[in-house]
């Protein structure tokens, strides 16, 4: 195949993947890190792996909460929606538990995270009992939208921010990435189907992105402080360098979500998750490692059990 030939076989494969409409697939993936895995795990841009273990640090109480503010009005939605929905919360459910054995050993390596731990653990249990239901299903749905933003700016930048990664910990960040672009729809849909105000959707996501940036600012000073990279410039250049573009891209898509008659599915998806997830195996529970070298995902097998 000429060099010609493949271009073009690849801007193809990725004009299917992004004209492909999303279904929610369940993946049992499992990840083992190596005994010295170290927290630092992107060496190139060492500040992002302190922002990106910030937001996994919120995952094993944020995504259970989505779970439960979506999973109480299941029963009152019909069959296909249904269906969707407990595909979405299957997603989600194996999201934080890989989250949760990641951030163990966070705990390990940073004294503090236990602390702030428990600081999430305590606003998201508030959340869920102290607003209405309604309104935690509304948070789940915007919540969605920066997941997915999320998604589409790491996407961009995955050469920049994984490069040299450790596989391990690069995969399971991109499947996790992968997936919420997959289930983009789903909470909202369930939102406008039993609710849909607006009031409630602009509240929460303004909320959400309040909690989202205070966590996270939280961690990283942690993690910096920690690591002796807090008072180095170059760590706030590259931090606000992400940030900025990063801010953007979460709140164009947030006011696009929240106006006329938008739904997730006008947005564009990066056809890179598509094309990678495809490569799951369903009879080992098996993706391709992140293959930071060639900073696309190897197509050899990697066993990630
Ligand atoms: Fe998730
Ligand atoms: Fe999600």
Sequence with gaps: MTDLTQHAAVQSADADAANMSSQIVDRRVSFSYAEDFEAIWTPLAPEFSCAANSVSLLMPYIEPYFVKSVRRFVPQLDDQLAETSHAYLKQELQHHLAHREFNDQMADHYRGVSRLERMMRNTINWLHTKRSPKFNLAFAASSETIAYSAARWAAERRTELFG????????????????????????????????????????????SMILLMFFVACGTTLMLWHERRLFNPVAHVRLWRWAIPFAFEVLTNLVVSATGNHHPTDFADPSFYELWL????????????????????????SELR
């Design 164 to 207: 040299q990664a450790d596989p391990v910990a690069a995969s399971m960040f991109l499947w996790h990435l992968g997936e919420e672009v997959e289930h983009k729809s789903a909470a909202f849909d369930v939102f406008k189907a039993v609710d849909g105000s607006k009031l409630r959707y602009v509240t929460s996501m303004i909320l």
């Design 278 to 301: 495809r490569e799951y195996d369903h009879e080992t529970g098996t993706l391709p490692l992140w293959d930071a070298a060639a900073t696309a995902p190897s197509h050899s097998i």
